[in-house]
């Protein structure tokens, strides 16, 4: 969460990073798709080797349909990124609408859709929305932010959720991520990815490596 002034300049520094250490693998810089400046900062970010796609938080009501916004989500198509999407529950169908109409800009949903919501009214919408991307094939989804603004980490509850991403989107568009630091303030690391190993038991060997590992290694080109 660089100063977004500062967007192109935190990916060259990453790009030293990685000069330097070997880490990170790739990058998912940020850029806005609704500023004058935005084929600019796309071209820009799109030079560098490691960068792979483009996480844009739309941050207003209606922004997805705003025609500059739109016509800065295009411009993905032509530098070849993907967009890592984040939105609350209650705007995914509006943004399975521009992910429906961009089959050629891969996506990957983050956060499971912000299912912070468990009530039966909350998880119904939530489902929607899922469903809605889910009938995207270019769409995948990130099995993260498990974690509720308030209250201790329920695995019970969170695996009911994992479990019912994966059938929505099928295990090969699924990958587990961890939001650190932020779910820091919820749980620890080590449990974190301890308690996803025993939501995924009941899989493949083959179907784990793909939520783990192989899914999102496909889709960020590692």
């Excluded at 989804?141 to 019912?164: F, I, T």
């Excluded at 303030?185 to 996803?196: A, H, I, N, Q, T």
């Amino acid at each position: 969460e660089c100063s977004r002034e500062q967007q192109v300049a935190e990916t060259e520094w990453l790009t030293e990073q990685h000069r330097a250490t070997g880490m990170p693998s790739a990058i998912v810089a940020h850029a806005w798709f609704h500023t004058e400046n935005a084929a600019r900062i796309l071209e820009r970010q799109a030079s560098f080797a490691l960068v792979r796609g483009i996480r844009s938080k739309p941050f207003r009501e209606g922004m997805m349909r705003e025609k500059a916004w739109l016509a800065g989500y295009a411009l993905l198509e032509r530098f070849g990124l993907s967009w890592d999407l984040r939105v609350k529950t209650w705007e995914l169908e509006e943004a399975a609408g521009v992910v429906r109409a961009h089959p050629g800009i891969p996506v990957v949903l983050n956060h499971t859709g912000f299912p912070w919501d468990r009530s039966d009214a909350g998880l119904a919408l939530w489902r929607r929305g899922m469903r809605a991307l889910a009938a995207c094939p270019h769409c995948y989804c990130k099995l993260s932010c498990l974690c509720l603004p308030d209250g201790p980490w329920d695995y019970a509850s969170n695996r009911r959720v994992v479990l019912e991403a994966i059938e929505i989107f099928g295990v090969h568009r699924c990958m587990f991520a961890s939001n650190f630091p932020v779910d820091g303030l919820r749980v620890g690391f080590g449990r974190m990815f301890d308690d996803y190993k025993r939501m995924t038991e009941g899989f493949t060997d083959a179907e784990r490596r793909a939520l783990f590992h192989d899914n999102a290694a496909r889709f960020y080109r590692l």
